[in-house]
């Protein structure tokens, strides 16, 4: 992978002029990468991991769900896995190997709206076989950013 897209996944806020620095180039050529990037869809998007314990009055719940889906004749796993790619409560959709067909993550502001999305949206799509869902209960990273502040360790005290 190029240095400039491994530095813009660590951090896709640093400035252009500094990613510049750091690979040896000019800042319009850094640029004029990450544009024809963003305009071939090698770039999809930018995003800001929240560690939402933090957030006083917003709560969130996600959930990972295993999906066993039936492929379409003409469509195999795609057109399912694009279907239900565009609810707004999926944040992420993936083809898998091994008991299940696809891997969704799903979020929403309670137990109750995940658990309505899964049993009124998603189980009733045509094809979709099974699911089942796993609660997300306490994140320690994502998206390669860690959560946890690892303790500082404590020195002993040495006395004279």
Known sequence: MDDILNILRKNAAMPVEKIALLVNQTSDEVEE??????????????????????????????????????????????????????????????????GFD???????????????????????????VSTATHFILKPYKQQGVTYVEEPKPERLKVTP
């Open 33 to 98: 990468k990450i544009k024809g990037w963003e305009s071939d869809g090698t770039i999809l998007g930018y995003t800001t991991v929240i560690n939402t314990d933090k957030l006083e009055d917003e709560s969130l719940v996600m959930a990972m769900i295993e999906v066993k889906i039936t492929p379409e004749r003409e469509g195999g796993f795609d057109k399912i896995a694009r279907r239900i790619a565009r609810f707004s409560e999926v944040k992420s959709c993936y083809l898998m190997s091994g």
């Open 102 to 128: 696809l891997l969704v993550m799903v979020e929403g502001e309670d137990l109750r709206q995940v658990a309505g999305f899964i049993s009124e949206r998603l189980a009733t799509i045509q094809g979709v």
